[in-house]
């Protein structure tokens, strides 16, 4: 991560030309970067002059309500600005890519609202956080498709020629079936099923009662719905992962269909553009971010999706961004 | 409907005997009837003398919260008691059968609330809804199977010797997919589906966005999550059935498919209990309650889940109650 730790002062470098705020907004943790406004394009993330770096809770209004979303928002871009020894008169541009922006009322929602915060000629810029995703894994062009996976799941892609698509990002009830809420609201259901007699038994009944400090699986009805945030349910993929590796045959079921799910997100969205050319063949960047798709586990969800999509399209060239504004998910 | 409309005086007819209140309390509507405390047990539904009926929204304290949950309750009896011409000091017994109790910490916390409403000697009784709809087609009797299938579903079957077991009844984050909530779900999925590329074209795409006065599938999300009632979710079923009767195939497989999770929770439940015999051909009770499985409809819902359930136990013996306190659903 670049930024200004000694020596220089971030107040001088953002000088008069004044700073530019980028803020990316998920379903768990929401960032706002602050860079300086003259700033050449970088030659590598690394090589990004961050003045100031704010961490924040779950943006996306569609799981926690417009005002607490935009609360978020304000808050996080606060911060950022007093951490760089600077204020909002200094904000020259502002780009929020956040979650839950699906639809053009959205956009102009959150548009009207970011220019009363910031009156002046400030620009703006409203996008889906899988806009921020995607230029962080291709340094900045907006070109080829990217896929998240954290809390909540999205496709989005991009022609070279500006035609854009998207699939899934509709949330736990709209069937993201292959997002850590998704994959975990799949384990939880296999325990109240092993439970009630209407599935087969699984060591994810015991496994997830201990993390969750519970005594029996009646008590998980009451612990789902005694807190609705999306996050909470998504922080419970590691112990489906550690029961899938431990050879439990319902945990490996939800993560071979989550993959399945996964897979035919980016599918879908690759052929309405036809990224991958005509013959499906031609090469494309696939960004993959997100807590599901992290590398290092030894069920590897990431590579398991990368080979369901390579199958249909021999072209996909899969990123994982260098440095991106996203932070770690909770697990 | 019994009751004392005109000539008897409701305080007349509750005397000095005092009055006791049942509750039915639903994920859509929440009914509360006032009886006379004295009263001989009645030769049939229609001859128990109800001195007042009153109706409020959804008391499911995981779909609306606990607070407002309790508020509906409280506002429901007092409704019914000002109806009998009567106060809570005539009271002398109270019985909650509400949706969302699903766990006797539940219970206890309901008992000792219900306690603090009504001082004094009265008695209280706390359940699943489950129980109330059980009785309510047994004439009182709790031995048998009831599945109810309204915005949730859930079954519950009681043996001769009081044993009992429940399957479902877990809410949508935990799979409840029979429920007119978990239909209407995969309905709305399956327009998303079809919209952004992953699932077929459905006739359920519009005739949805006209029963939602929306104009494309984008706004769906933001229609979903606008307002987190899941009985809003469900009142979308009649529009799946009719979708269903126009001969869609993807509104066809999902009443299908909730059909065989409907029928799955009762075999679940039937199998556990033993209502069936040791030779699973025993006769026993199944009582089928709520909007999905109410009848008068092409698409045979109760119907087709009955003749699953037959399949395997071939001494069910189906009962719609003749008269129940479930009012009906909003479709």
Redesign the interface.
């Known amino acids: 991560m670049g930024g200004y730790e000694n020596g220089d002062s971030p107040a001088a470098v953002a000088g008069e030309d004044g700073v530019v705020l980028g803020v990316d907004g998920g379903t768990t943790n929401t960032v706002c970067v602050c860079l300086p406004a003259a700033m050449p394009p970088p030659e590598s993330p690394a090589a990004v002059p961050i003045l100031a770096r704010a961490v924040a809770g779950c943006s996306n ?3 926690v309500g417009e005002s607490t979303a935009l609360e978020t928002l304000e808050q996080v871009m606060t911060q950022a600005l007093t951490m760089a020894n600077t204020d909002r008169s200094a904000v020259r541009a502002v780009c929020l890519a956040v979650s839950g922006v ?2 053009p ?2 956009q102009q929602r959150m548009l009207e609202w970011i220019g009363s915060l910031f009156p002046g000629n400030a620009k703006f810029y409203v996008e889906n956080d899988a806009v921020a995703a995607l230029a962080s894994g291709t340094m900045g062009k907006l070109h080829g498709c990217v896929l998240i996976a954290g809390t909540g799941s999205i496709a989005y892609g991009v022609t070279e020629d500006g035609k854009v ?11 993201d079936w292959g997002s850590g809420y998704g994959i975990a ?2 384990a ?2 296999a325990v ?2 092993a439970h ?3 599935g087969p038994q699984t060591s994810l009944t015991g496994d997830i009662l201990e993390k969750l400090e519970l005594s ?1 699986p ?5 612990w ?2 005694a807190d ?1 945030s999306w996050a909470r ?1 998504a922080a419970l993929v590691p112990v489906v992962v550690s029961s899938a590796e431990d050879g439990d045959e319902v945990a490996n079921k939800i993560l071979h269909d989550s993959v399945q799910e996964l897979a ?2 980016v599918i ?2 690759v ?2 553009l036809r990224l991958c050319g005509e013959d499906e063949k031609d090469k494309f960047p696939l960004v993959l971010v997100g807590g599901v798709l992290e590398g290092n586990k030894k069920w590897d969800i990431s590579g398991e999706v990368i080979k369901c999509i390579s199958k249909v399209f021999p072209g996909t060239v899969p990123i994982w961004p260098e440095v991106c504004m996203f932070v770690t998910m909770p697990f």
Chains 1, 2 share one sequence.
């Open positions: 209004r569609n799981s699906n639809h009322s959205d698509a998207r699939a899934a990002g509709a949330g736990p009830v709209l069937g609201a799949q939880l259901t109240i099923k009630d007699g209407r029996s009646d008590e998980i009805i009451g789902t719905y609705p349910i035919d997100t879908a969205v052929r309405r």
